[in-house]
């Protein structure tokens, strides 16, 4: 039962199972009601969503340096107690339950769920190859 790592907003995958939003913010101009309707997430996790200021440097990243300097603090703050325990958790969970988890960026190589789906195979997650898995 892979963990699916998906675009928010993207239409579900046949058995994905409920979605995770690890982004920092909700949708704009989407009502609460609306964001499992519309295929954004069930449940909104920001804790394992970077900081303000580092979601900032991943967006303004041009050069593979600056996305390594991204990479490397976004890492920096998932090493963080209260996220290593999110991870755990979440591949633990990987075992037993269809779920997926996501970010609205269209380009998931420069995207913080990238490095995500890094962090979660590190911690033994199982996890789909593509997110049609």
Known sequence: MPIRIVQLGSPRAADEGPRIGTVRRPPRGVPKAEFARRDY???????????????????????EAE?????????????EPDAQHALALLATLSAHANFSVGCYCM???????????????????????????
């Open 67 to 79: 996305w390594k300097a991204f990479k490397k603090k976004y890492r920096a703050e998932m090493a």
């Open 41 to 63: 997430y069930d449940t909104w996790f920001p804790t394992l969503a970077p900081s303000l200021e580092t979601m900032k440097l991943g967006q303004a990243a041009k050069t």
């Open 107 to 133: 380009d998931e190589a420069r995207c913080h769920r990238s490095v995500l789906r890094e962090l979660l195979d590190e911690k033994g997650a199982t996890l789909a190859k593509d997110r049609n898995a």
